[in-house]
């Protein structure tokens, strides 16, 4: 049996951890020594302890660049055969179908393995990626066009919420695994950010220099490939997740969890909507839209390692108001532009505050939800995200259609109002230590570290 541990000692640990996850720095001078400094190591290494190397996120994070990829290159191709109404559509059907998916491929996954459940979804999208580019190089109705583009969607491996599965189950096994957790999301969330650079750069570079279609052959080959070395990674063997999840039914989730769900299908309504916007300003060059939408990305990336590496003393809801308090200033100066260049000038000042309004979003839905649903609720933010993209699409694709691009514009610009309404008026409390997490075998426990501190006894 361990010894007791000191209560201060104890308070500072999870300080330190709050601090690893971005929840915040520590309030006393004395926690920002001893343990708390050692846990402060950089995100890299914690990733790279945890993973035995570099080959876990390097395959996470091709494996989920063509889901960042296919929106962008869907666009593109649709509106360069069949304009950007019909293109408007076809995005559409995919973020729906990816939707309605990644709940069912994240559930599926918790009770059989990531094995054979990302295994076959990644080869199933790779086929469905194909078909679609049948479909639209051949001319086929809308319809058969979207239906091929759901069927895409419903098929996405969802390798970032299952990612982020992993780096929890890999650091359970771990003494030192609670200060890692947090370290290993950050940078789970930084690979996301990259991808989301990546995936419009990429599609917009392939359409300027070759068919706009490369984008989506692209896509096929990486999910073909590396969502295959990701499904087969011992990460995420079948006897790993099984040993992770306690018997009897999940704990409720929270009420905290809904205005978050609400902000997180706002912000991807704006996502929707100003890339509808953009494809429709330059929809007589592809390929500069994909540049153009790309450079959002590019600052969005920057300022979340910044955030990443530094989250500063606010707590995470303070964080979160402040930046779609300045999404929503900032996102009006599209109904002003009337060139790409000045649209990219837009999104570079709006991708400022994207990066730290998910960062903000996603940390605290981590630090609400039950440790056997954390994967359930990632997928469901993820979701959100994906309907609000959808559904902003189809809409905002058929007002550029009618009314230009400014009509496209104008609901990016709702959506940021509505969202900086919502977050002011829920009143979404700061999260507080980090609750424990189950295990499976009682003789596991002694291996997990200090006992746990008043707050955590209170709250069980």
Do not use: Y
């Not at 990644?102 to 094995?115: A, K, N």
């Not at 999404?327 to 837009?346: C, E, F, K, M, N």
């Amino acid at each position: 049996m361990r010894a007791p541990v000191d209560p201060d000692a104890a308070d500072a640990q999870d300080a330190a951890h709050a601090m690893v996850i971005g929840l915040g720095k520590p309030q006393r001078a004395g926690e920002t020594g001893g343990s708390a400094r050692r846990l402060e190591c950089s995100v890299t290494s914690a990733v790279s302890t945890l993973a035995g190397g570099s080959r876990l996120p390097a395959v996470s994070f091709l494996a989920r660049l063509p889901a960042a990829l296919c929106p962008t290159g869907t666009l593109l191709v649709v509106t360069a055969r069949s304009g950007i109404g019909t293109a408007g559509l076809v995005a559409g059907a995919l973020w729906v179908g990816q939707a309605i998916g990644g709940p069912l491929i994240g559930r599926l996954s918790d009770r059989r393995g990531q094995h054979a459940v990302v295994l076959t979804a990644a080869l199933s999208n790779a086929v469905a990626l194909l078909l679609l580019v049948a479909a639209v190089l051949t001319d086929r109705p809308p319809a058969l066009q979207a239906a091929c583009s759901a069927l895409a969607g419903l098929t996405v491996p969802q390798i970032g919420p299952l990612s982020r599965s992993r780096w929890v189950r890999l650091a359970e096994q771990r003494a030192d695994g609670q200060g890692l957790i947090g370290a290993a999301l950050s940078m789970d969330a930084t690979l996301d950010e990259i991808s989301f650079v990546a995936g419009p750069a990429l599609a917009g570079l392939l359409a300027f220099t070759l068919p706009p279609v490369s984008g989506l052959l692209l896509a096929a080959a990486l999910i073909a490939v590396f969502g295959t070395l990701f499904a087969l990674h011992p990460s995420g063997s079948p006897a790993v997740a099984a040993s992770r999840t306690p018997a009897g039914p999940p704990p409720p989730l929270p009420p905290v969890l809904r205005p978050l769900l609400a902000l997180a299908l706002l912000q991807g309504m704006f996502f929707g909507s100003a890339n509808a916007g953009v494809n429709a300003m330059a929809a007589s060059d592809p390929g500069v839209a994909g540049l153009v939408w790309a450079t959002m990305g590019v600052s969005s990336a920057l300022v979340g390692l910044l955030v990443t590496a530094r989250p500063g003393p606010l707590p995470l809801p303070s964080r979160l108001r402040r930046s779609l308090a300045v999404q929503a200033v900032l996102a009006p100066g599209l109904l002003l532009v009337h060139t790409p260049s000045a649209a990219a000038l837009v999104l570079v000042l709006v991708g400022t505050a994207v990066a730290p309004t998910l960062i903000a979003l996603f940390s605290l839905a981590a630090s609400r939800a039950p440790a056997q649903r954390m994967a359930e609720v990632m997928t469901w933010l993820g979701s959100a995200l994906i309907i609000g993209q959808g559904l902003a699409a189809v809409a905002a694709g058929q007002l550029a259609h009618r009314f230009g691009c400014t009509a496209s514009f104008g609901l990016s610009c709702a959506a940021t109002v509505l969202a900086l309404v919502v977050v002011l008026l829920s009143r979404i409390p700061a999260p507080g230590p980090p609750p424990p997490r189950p295990v499976a075998d009682p003789a596991a426990s002694g291996s997990r570290g200090p006992t746990p501190s008043k707050a955590q006894k209170a709250s069980e």
